[in-house]
């Protein structure tokens, strides 16, 4: 209710000057007016009958008085408690403020179950609404026409229940909830399957369904220790939508896992690609229902970061998106086959915020809970799209928590990546990685740990500066991106590989996963398995992009030559690597910067560039596999990397590292890195004639190149690997 609302008209103002009434804790309200009003001159009520009071403070700021009332009992905050002025007029006393205090939540913080729970012959539906006054169950035909509606029954701590016939099964429905901001039809958050776009939840008992189309579920393929990983980030839509991928399923589910595809020249594209390639880990942009691409025509395009259902998929990319258990059925599949094929699923996390708070459920079933809030009572907007979700609130925290186990239990998602995780709290992001290890301790948790302007504690933000605050939960390393490409927020800004000096000592940190090396580096992480490596991801301009921006003085073999450097830095780092799709062959947004609603023109995957450089993607594919076959670039303890790896003294523009063997019975006991991002050969003497050459200019190979030398030369613009 606005102030506006709360003062009724002119008159009414001039003779209370009534501006606003709220509780401020369950058992006190604090009044504004603009007048004096005394003891006895007003009367509380509560559901009509009369309330006691006291005036237990009174104080006179610049004509705005400010009472507050002492209740004789603690309120419930579903009933509607009223002043009523002498001229009989009545304000509702409000409770946005009270449901933002620790109070609230020790009050009606709630562990029961939510959503919908099956029986042999029932089906139970829960709701947390503790400020709802009536909350009922609509049920509609396939046509949308309203067939039933049942009201709810209060339970504890703000809990409602609605128990219906197992007849209900495979219907529509929506809840009609009615608080002191007003009744409203609100989709189940917590609905597991959807109409088209959302517009209604179903009953259908998803595991039900996913354990009768695959009841032998494929394992989670090994993963030993988080820097075995290598994280592969794609659009769904992307990665097959172009002609040049060769697929029968264009933008689909079934399109990711389609194999035999190639590109025009006859190379393999799709999961065979993924697999030729090497990567363990497939990131997908969210997959969770999202609200501006209309899903049966697919259009407009968007990336889908504008949530509104978090336990609901998409089907946008399902074959069906007017069936609920297609895409549903289409996404188990998709994890199947990349299961099967030893790749394990990330899922995009985007619960810092909702498309539109206002239209969200939960700021109908609870208005004002599950946002965060200025000190000035105005929205946070740390996000920069207009609301932050709250996640230090119990049944927020609660929330983000049930959506991820329900994912990797039910799915077998094996990876989670939080889109603007410094949003979060440190506590939040603990609570996940706890209720994640129940389940599988190998499943990965890592975000964007920015340092974004909302209302929480520094010491609270789920930011990298306080990584060891967050046991085993990885960070994207933007600092070491931005030192090998320039700044991601200056285009024409230089990095380390595209000629700019100054970055040389954030290349050093961040090829020892940014951990303290005594006298060579200034860590970030307590370990190395906090640093995720890259140099590109969907946000921001691709790395091909940027280097034509930075150094538009260049030719674009040399660019490319840049790009191939600044990737092969970045994949023998410690810490985790992660690809952005299509950076290995070069991949263009046209110099779009921000392509989240840009064509398909500007965001496909143009596999013709895998074969106009096929080259760099051969010796990429390479290095990726000397990292998985050679545990030096695997290091996973900030112990193992300060003691097996050291820097050696070079001249300005050149790297060079040696990492010695984990064990007495590694092929490679000792390892030479040499990174030249000079436009001169560099020539190194080595310490006996028997090193062996496996990586020169555009040559990468876990077999040698060359034996036995004891001097190597490294090519400009490129790396060079010697073993013993």
Known sequence: ????????????????????????????????????????????????????????????????????????????????????????????????????????????????????????????????????????????????????????????????????????????????????????????????????????????????????????????????????????????????????SGSHHPGQYTGMTETGTVSPEGRSTGIDYLLELGVTHLQLLPVHLFTTTEEVSRLPYNWGYDPVQWFSLTGCYASNPTDPKVRILEYVEMIEQLHAAGIRVTFDVVMNHVYIREQSALEHLVPGYYFRYEVDGTLANGTGVGNDTASERFMMRRMIVDCLTYFA???????????????????????????????????????????????????????????????????????????????????????????????????????????????????????????????????????YDKLALARPDLDEVTRLQMSRLAQTIIFLAAGIPFIHAGQEFGRTKQGVENSYNAPDAINRMDWTLRDRHANMVEYLKNILQIRRMHGGFRLHRANQVQELMHFLPMHPGVIAYEVEAVHSYDAWQRTLVVHNVTFEKIEIALDHPRWNVHVRGNEASVTPLEKGVSQITVLPLSTTIATC
């Open 409 to 543: 239990d039910i799915f077998q998602v094996d990876a989670f990546r939080f889109d603007l995780m410094g949003i979060h709290d440190v506590e939040t992001m603990n609570h996940v990685r706890a209720a994640l290890d129940h389940i599988d301790p190998t499943i990965l948790v890592y975000g964007e740990g920015w340092d974004l302007a909302t209302p929480l504690p520094q010491r609270q933000k789920a930011i990298s500066s306080v990584a060891s605050q967050m046991p085993r939960i990885g960070h994207f390393n933007d600092v070491f991106r931005d030192a090998l490409k320039g700044s991601t927020f200056n285009e024409t800004d230089c990095g380390f590989v595209s000629g700019n000096g100054w970055w040389e000592g954030e290349v050093r940190n961040g090829m020892a996963g940014s951990i303290t090396l005594d006298g060579q580096t200034t860590g970030r992480f307590p370990e190395p398995t906090y640093s995720i490596n890259y140099v590109e991801a969907h946000d921001n301009h691709t790395l």
């Open 1 to 244: 209710m606005s102030r506006k609302q709360m003062v009724n008209n002119e008159s009414e103002t001039q003779q209370v000057g009534l501006c606003s009434v709220e509780f401020v804790t369950f058992q006190t309200i604090l009044m504004e007016t603009t007048t004096q009003v005394e003891q006895g001159e007003f009367l509380l009520v509560c559901d009509g009958q009369p309330m006691n009071y006291f005036i237990e403070r009174r104080e006179d700021t610049d004509g705005t008085i400010k009472l507050t009332l002492l209740l004789d009992r603690a309120v419930e905050v579903e009933r509607c408690y009223e002043i009523i002025l002498p001229d009989q007029k009545r304000f509702r006393v409000l409770p946005n403020r009270i449901v933002r205090t620790a109070g609230f939540d020790r009050k009606y913080s709630y562990e029961g179950p939510l959503g919908v729970v099956y029986d042999t012959e029932m089906i139970s539906l829960y709701v947390w609404s503790p400020l709802a006054e009536r909350l009922e169950c609509i049920r509609y035909d396939q046509a949308g026409v309203e067939i039933d509606s049942r009201d709810f029954e209060r339970q504890e701590r703000g809990a409602y229940r609605l128990v219906v016939p197992r007849t209900w099964e495979n219907s529509r429905y929506r809840y009609r909830v009615t608080t002191y901001q007003g009744t409203h039809e609100v989709v189940d958050p917590y609905a597991k399957a959807v109409s088209v776009n959302g517009q209604f939840a179903v009953l259908l008992d998803v595991e039900q369904e996913i354990n009768r189309q695959f009841p032998h579920r494929q394992k989670r393929p090994l993963l030993i220790k988080p820097t075995d990983a290598i994280i592969y980030e794609a659009h769904i839509r992307d990665f097959t939508i172009d002609s040049s």
